[in-house]
């Protein structure tokens, strides 16, 4: 890509007034100084090709040739200077108030240049994306936010939006997209969305908002591909796959494309370099320098990364028709998942069956799993008879691994049979629950349903907690299940 490329993105942007090619522009003030103290022991002097910066993170300088600059701007903490190698970062602390005088004294050597004119009105354009307002990033932390209370408030959701490997399998393909809005703790969605809002500005400061959305569908959809296909996640949750993927286009722009990025919108590739780096060890090679309570899913990082990076190749190109094709189609994807979940909140019996088919197919079922969907759908509203059939076989199959000793499961047996139909074996069950468990006023209450000395829908108030078996149990047994909707504890966090 030349200097003198069209500007990329899928937005157009304003171009700055033309100079004449031929035109001799006048230089500021500042302009006729060369000298400028940077520390008390080095000085930046402005030679008649270019100048000597010191390096970030500060160990050793750099000759930079006015020609080979990209962009040169202010913000609140440095003067950035940026080049078709890097970006330099010169602390205001340090500068002072000479900050300005150095900046315009650069912009008026690169005038200078033989095709000054040009790179003055790119750096004009550059300078105007950096008045753009990030707002994607923000909004994909707006709706993790969003979604991370509706989990705390309904467990029905959060089972309805995680990605979850058995349930995909029935078609639930909506979770590939929820799932990325879920957090499994305030850590985890703060750690996201500290890393989405610093590369999000970043990436949407130099491709335009389009693109950005764009990039982050891409990103989100590398991550959860990469790990469908690496195939050993049980459960999966988290944006850091699109913040992978964020950082991915940045690395990419970075290598590819560095005239078109503002400077103050740029990473030292160092430090850029080393936290890609450093994620990658995390992820691969040093996985004790994760928390052992939030395990990591690599493969999403990695998918993201790279459906990121080949997003930001896109953009680079100027398929501004491609780029605006797949920003839409990510909204609506967003928005048709989300639909999909509150459908299944409005239907809860449905989707519960559909767990309940999942988990039959699976070949190491959970008890605790199985006995709490069997439980739900026995006590919603209106379960069907394929939904009933259903819990019927999940209960039976905790009720086989638990050798028929935990009152609870066989409770929760008692309660399908008795919802069926079938009133000799809901008796039956229940008795054997009453059995392991002399005394318990619940269990004795539920038998009083059953016989009909208590109306059908007047249910006990709540299941009483798991008694432990009569005989010693063996440390490959399960253990006592709840009937508290508690989600399963195999996610991986993203």
Do not use: C
Not at 238 to 262: D, M, N, Q, Y
Not at 307 to 334: E, H, M
């Amino acid at each position: 890509m030349t200097h003198d490329a069209p500007p990329m993105g899928s937005e157009a942007e304003p171009i700055g007034p033309q100079t004449a090619p031929n035109a001799d522009p006048k230089p500021p003030p500042s302009a006729e100084r060369s000298s400028f103290r940077y520390t008390r022991d080095y000085t930046i002097e402005l030679g008649e090709s270019g100048f000597r910066v010191p390096k970030w993170p500060g160990r050793g300088d750099e000759f930079v040739a006015y020609p080979d600059i990209t962009h040169v701007a202010l913000d609140a903490r440095s003067l950035a200077i940026g080049t078709q190698r890097g970006v330099f970062l010169l602390s205001h602390a340090q500068l002072g108030d000479s900050a300005l005088a150095l900046a315009d004294a650069i912009r008026a050597r690169v005038a200078a240049l033989p095709n000054g004119s040009r790179k003055l009105t790119r750096f004009e354009r550059l300078d105007h994306k950096l008045t753009r307002r990030p707002l994607v990033a923000a909004a994909i932390v707006g709706l993790s936010a969003v979604a991370f209370a509706l989990q705390q408030w309904s467990f029905g959701f959060y089972d309805a939006a995680v990605y979850r490997a058995t349930m995909l399998q029935l078609g639930e393909v909506w979770r590939f997209v929820t799932a990325q809005f879920l957090h499994a703790n305030l850590f985890h969605l703060g750690i996201n969305a500290i890393a989405l809002l610093l590369a999000g500005a970043f990436v949407e400061r130099a491709v335009g908002r389009f693109a950005t959305v764009f990039i982050a569908g891409a990103s989100g959809a590398g991550a959860m591909l990469a790990s469908w296909w690496y195939g050993n996640y049980g459960e999966l949750l988290g944006a850091s796959g699109i913040a992978a993927g964020l950082f991915g286009a940045l690395v990419a722009l970075e290598f590819t494309a560095p005239e078109e990025l503002p400077a103050t919108a740029r990473i030292p590739r160092v430090l850029l370099v080393s936290v890609v780096l450093l994620q990658i060890l995390i992820d691969r090679g040093l996985p004790s320098l994760a928390p052992t309570w939030m395990p990591i899913a690599g493969w999403a990082h990695a998918g993201g990364f790279v459906g990121g990076a080949i997003a930001a190749a896109i953009v680079r190109d100027r398929s501004r028709g491609l780029v605006r094709a797949g920003a839409a189609a990510t909204a609506l994807a967003t928005a048709a998942a989300f639909g999909a979940v509150a459908f299944q909140l409005v239907r809860p019996e449905r989707s519960l069956e559909r767990r309940a088919q999942a988990l039959l197919q699976n070949p190491i079922p959970q008890v605790g799993e199985l006995n709490n969907v069997a439980w739900g759908i026995a006590t919603s509203k209106s379960p069907s008879k394929s939904a009933l059939a259903t819990a019927a076989d999940l209960a039976e199959v905790a009720v086989s691994l638990t050798g028929r000793q935990e009152p609870t499961i066989l409770d929760t047996l008692a309660e399908v049979y008795f919802k069926q139909g079938r009133h000799a074996e809901a008796l039956a069950t229940i008795d054997e629950a009453i059995a392991l468990a002399p005394g318990e006023s619940y269990y004795e209450e539920q038998r009083r349903r059953f016989i009909g000395e208590r109306a059908a829908d007047d249910r006990p108030e709540a299941p009483p907690e798991p008694q432990p078996a009569p005989r010693r149990q063996r440390e490959d047994e399960p253990l006592p299940p709840s009937k508290s909707p508690l989600p399963p504890g195999d996610e991986v966090t993203v």
